[in-house]
């Protein structure tokens, strides 16, 4: 009897947790639902009080308006380059000084570490001014050299893929010299592979990040051929204030690849996160 009490005690509570959670994830999808849906309304039906959700005659025509008449392609191929180079930069670099924290040793290992951490404590708004200096000397600015190599050092992706490094065991470092192993050939062919989880994590977060990023490309940018995606929003914000279905369609579209690699990537991003917190 006691038993058959609890159960129902565990019972009520799980559903009594469903509901809590069912309801915080409608809560969490509705302003989705809305951009989604006001994208293919007119403008009329996107102004009206109270909000009408189901659009009675779908204008589809406002994401062809985006893509033709607001130059979006170029946009979207501008924040395409920009993504992919320094997602690629930050795997590549990153990993590699992952590799040589974790696994070798050299003098003032942990001091240089610990210096460069200390990176993380610094606030981005401190360091703008002087990195504008250095890149309007350097002669990047409205120029894609100006937007992307600034932004590709990572100490953070150093850090997250260290702790991947670490959960293995050294054993596996030790059995690859005895086989005649170098330290490149270690940490490309044996290790790299087993952190796969890991590099998908912060590949899929520094994704988010460089997609997003809007800041820095306003800043050293002021060419309409230059823009990101996340200026052009912002722009059209600003002179297409009125046109609420065409500002929602520009939304759709520039969420629909981070949403995509997100739903790709969630489960190994996840693992990946879990085990960077296994060892400090």
Not at 55 to 81: G, I, R
Not at 243 to 272: N, S
């Amino acid at each position: 009897k006691g038993a058959l009490e609890m159960k129902k005690k565990v019972s009520v509570g799980r559903v009594f947790l469903y509901i809590i959670l069912a309801f915080w994830a409608i809560f969490m999808i509705m302003p989705f639902a809305w951009m989604l849906l006001t994208s293919v309304k007119a403008q009329p039906e996107a102004m009206k009080v109270p909000i009408v959700w189901l659009p009675k005659d779908p204008q589809w025509q406002n994401y062809a308006d985006v893509l033709q008449k607001y130059k979006f392609a170029s946009y979207y191929k501008n924040t395409a380059f920009v993504t992919v180079v320094t997602v690629a930069f930050q795997l590549i670099t990153c990993s590699m000084g992952a590799y040589a924290f974790a696994r070798l040793d050299f003098p003032c290992k942990n001091a240089i570490f610990l210096v460069c951490m200390t990176v993380l404590m610094v606030p981005t708004q401190m360091i703008i001014i002087p990195r504008f200096i250095m890149t309007m000397k350097f002669g990047w600015l409205n120029s894609f050299a100006g937007i992307i190599i600034p932004n590709l050092p990572s100490i953070y992706g150093v850090f997250f893929l260290r702790q991947n490094f670490m959960s293995l065991p050294k054993e596996l470092d030790e059995a690859a010299m005895i086989d005649g192993c170098g330290f490149f050939g270690i940490y490309w062919k044996i290790l790299l592979p087993l952190v796969k989880n890991g590099l998908i994590a912060f590949g899929v977060l520094t994704m988010l990040w460089s997609w997003n990023e809007m800041l820095w490309p306003l800043i050293v940018t002021s060419k309409q051929s230059l823009y990101v995606l996340s200026i052009a929003l912002a722009n059209m914000q600003g002179q297409y204030a009125q046109k609420i279905p065409t500002q929602m369609a520009a939304g759709v579209l520039a969420m629909v690849p981070t949403l995509v690699v997100f739903l790709i990537g969630q489960k190994q991003m996840l693992e990946g996160i879990a085990l960077s917190g296994i060892k400090a």
